[in-house]
């Protein structure tokens, strides 16, 4: 059975860090760009960041620029997203998917997607 699975979210103040992790299971994430986007209460799913495949380029929305960080352990067959200096507007639900249909780039782009997670709820308040 195909799945990617997103953990490490949860309810942090503002300030603080979380690493997210999106693992693979059967199949490999080797081959294929990642994608983390999130989407939050009432607003459309955006992209936040992405690897890809080949050469690990990776890609962010300005607003995560300097405080997220987007890495792939392919023998882990995990994706991370290290999220820190966290602001209340990163609130939101964060999902990884795969891009099977691009190796040298990736893109943020939602429906260059069509592997999805079921996603982690990522809450910043005081």
């Known amino acids: 059975q195909l799945q990617l699975v997103e953990s490490g979210g949860g309810l942090v103040q503002p300030g603080g860090s979380l690493r997210l992790s999106c693992a693979a299971s059967g199949f490999t994430l080797d081959y294929y760009a990642i994608g983390w986007f999130r989407q939050a209460p009432g607003k459309e799913r955006e992209g936040v960041s992405c690897?890809?495949?080949?050469?690990?380029?990776?890609n962010y929305t300005d607003s995560v620029k300097g405080r997220f960080t987007i890495s792939r352990d392919n023998a882990k067959n995990t994706v991370y997203l290290q999220m820190n200096s966290l602001k209340p507007e990163d609130t939101a639900v964060y999902y990884c998917a795969v891009d099977r249909g691009t190796s040298y780039s990736c893109s943020g782009s939602v429906p260059d997607y069509d592997f999805w997670g079921q996603g982690t709820q990522v809450t910043v308040s005081s």
């Open positions: 690897i890809s495949a080949i050469g690990g380029s990776t």
